[in-house]
């Protein structure tokens, strides 16, 4: 249920937004084919004080050791750990959506 409140949400935030009409469709992908990213290939991907979106869950393998914003569907315990621990701010996809309302400038890592 958390998932179609977090869809219905980002396709509100959608509009005109090409970026968040991506999230959205990346989201409405059957669960056996969510996104799984670990914290080390957001750690590779990413520069200090990135945006990134993860359009399903954020897993623990991996270290990180710079300062990001991570989006996500879920994230496992040791992914909360590890980048709370990296000085990373973590936020729900919903949370993010108000915030970001177009998108520029955020990666999406799947």
């Known amino acids: 249920m958390a998932a ?3 869809l219905l949400s ?3 935030a ?6 968040w009409r991506r999230v959205e469709s990346l ?8 996104a799984e990213v670990n914290v080390g290939k957001i750690s590779r991907l990413t520069q200090q004080g990135d945006r990134v979106v993860v359009p399903g869950k954020v897993l623990g ?5 710079h300062s990001v ?21 973590v936020m729900r996809l919903d949370e ?3 915030v970001e309302q177009k998108g520029s400038g955020v990666k999406i890592i799947v």
């Open 4 to 6: 179609r409140r977090v």
């Open 10 to 12: 980002v396709r509100k």
């Open 14 to 19: 959608a509009g005109d937004s090409g970026f």
């Open 27 to 34: 989201l409405s992908r059957p669960r056996s084919r969510m």
């Open 61 to 65: 393998r991996g270290e990180i050791n």
């Open 69 to 89: 914003t991570v989006a996500a569907l879920s994230f496992s315990s040791a992914a909360l750990d590890k980048l709370r621990s990296a000085g990373c701010k």
């Open 96 to 98: 993010f959506a108000e």
